[in-house]
Nanobody
Framework: QVQLVESGGGRVQPGESLRLSCAVS????????MKWYRQSPGKQRELVASLSSGGYTNYADFVRGRFAISRDSADNTVYLQMNSLEPEDTAVYYC??????????????????WGRGTLVTVSA
């Protein structure tokens, strides 16, 4: 069973940095699209950053210039480097990937997968 597991959340002060990780477990996969979302209390889940398999990145205006999404192709781990954190960045951050599971050299149809989230708290 393929799963996405986020890590790296925690409590930091304004201006500090965190790096979130999203690891794939449970099988060999081919990833087409990678995204980070976040959800604050009382708000809808919102897209933070995306990375295509071709390397194209896109960012929400509220994080552009402060956050960076990247991928280690060796182990399919996706990262979100978050710098200059602000109290408004406090949220549960979720990893989302559109991928195929590869078995016996054959890729299944693509499917959306979500992690369970990791909490980031930015507070003085």
């Amino acid at each position: 069973q393929v799963q996405l597991v986020e890590s790296g959340g925690g409590r930091v002060q304004p201006g500090e940095s965190l790096r979130l990780s999203c690891a794939v477990s449970g099988g060999l996969v081919s990833i087409y699209d990678m995204k980070w979302y976040r959800q604050s209390p009382g708000k809808q889940r919102e897209l933070v950053a995306s990375l295509s398999s071709g390397g194209y990145t896109n960012y929400a205006d509220f994080v552009r210039g402060r956050f960076a999404i990247s991928r280690d192709s060796a182990d399919n781990t996706v990262y979100l480097q978050m710098n200059s954190l602000e109290p408004e960045d406090t949220a549960v951050y979720y990893c989302n990937e559109y991928l195929s599971v590869v078995r016996g050299g054959i890729a299944s149809g693509g499917k959306d997968y979500w992690g369970r989230g990791t909490l980031v708290t930015v507070s003085a």
